[in-house]
């Protein structure tokens, strides 16, 4: 839906690098947002976007940083990955008052 | 945003209607009650959305309370795709999700 596309779509690092998820739009919706699922946690929200270069943090920001340079591209980059940021992290894409649609996900193991 | 109360878990018999409810008694005048499912490992999928008034689509009824403090989605005709996570949010148009634990439904043959 909402044509959001993810990338990758699975990764595995180690603890202490620098990892960089990637959630691209062709809908020109203005709204975007990063999730992370952990089993017990539901979605909880990251980061989010509600248009280019504005940003705002979520429940659970602590260790991820975001930009949004282009409408269509919401980067999320963890700058030293640790194994509690081992999860499967979503975007999700909102047209203003709209529905929000979700992108496939992208599992993230850090060992 | 009221926070929701969903069971965590039910069973439907296949081709039977799923009847999935959702108590927000915290809701306020301008929120609204929105359903998304999710299928194991996939991206949460929206399924239907209202603010006071029964919804319908080609997935799934909404029906929403006159106090508005609960409601029900149903899906008429159950099938085993249908098994999923049903989460029952509420909020405000242009606000934020957030997502409870939801309920697991499973359809079985």
């Known amino acids: 839906d909402a044509g959001i596309t993810q990338s990758p779509r699975h990764k595995v690092t180690e603890t202490g690098t620098p990892v960089t998820l990637r959630c691209h739009q062709t809908?020109?919706?203005?709204?975007m947002y990063w999730y992370r699922q952990d089993p017990g946690h539901g979605l909880r929200l990251i980061h989010y976007?509600?248009?280019?270069?504005?940003?705002d943090k979520g429940e659970v920001s602590d260790g991820y940083s975001v930009s949004r340079s282009k409408t269509e591209d919401f980067l999320l980059t963890l700058e030293s990955a640790t194994s509690s940021q081992t999860s499967v992290y979503f975007c999700?894409?909102?047209?203003?008052?709209?529905?929000?649609?979700f992108g496939p996900g992208t599992r993230l193991l850090v060992l | 945003d009221a926070k929701t109360t969903q069971p965590t878990s039910m069973d439907c018999a296949e081709g039977r209607a799923a009847n999935l409810p959702c108590n927000h008694s915290?809701?306020?005048?301008?929120?609204?009650v929105y359903w998304y499912r999710q299928i194991h490992s996939q991206g949460p999928q929206y399924i239907i959305h209202?603010?006071?008034n029964n919804e319908t689509n080609e997935m799934a009824s909404l029906i929403i309370t006159e106090d508005r403090k609960s409601s029900t989605l149903i899906l008429p005709h159950a099938t085993l795709r249908d098994t999923a996570v049903y989460y029952c949010?509420?909020?405000?148009?242009?606000?934020?999700?957030?997502f409870g634990q939801g309920t697991e439904l499973s359809v079985k043959p």
């Open positions: 999700a894409t909102q047209a203003g008052e709209e529905t929000q649609y």
């Open positions: 949010i509420v909020r405000v148009a242009e606000g934020k999700l957030i």
């Open positions: 209202g603010l006071k």
């Open positions: 809908e020109n919706h203005r709204y």
């Open positions: 915290t809701i306020s005048g301008n929120e609204y």
């Open positions: 976007s509600y248009g280019v270069k504005d940003t």
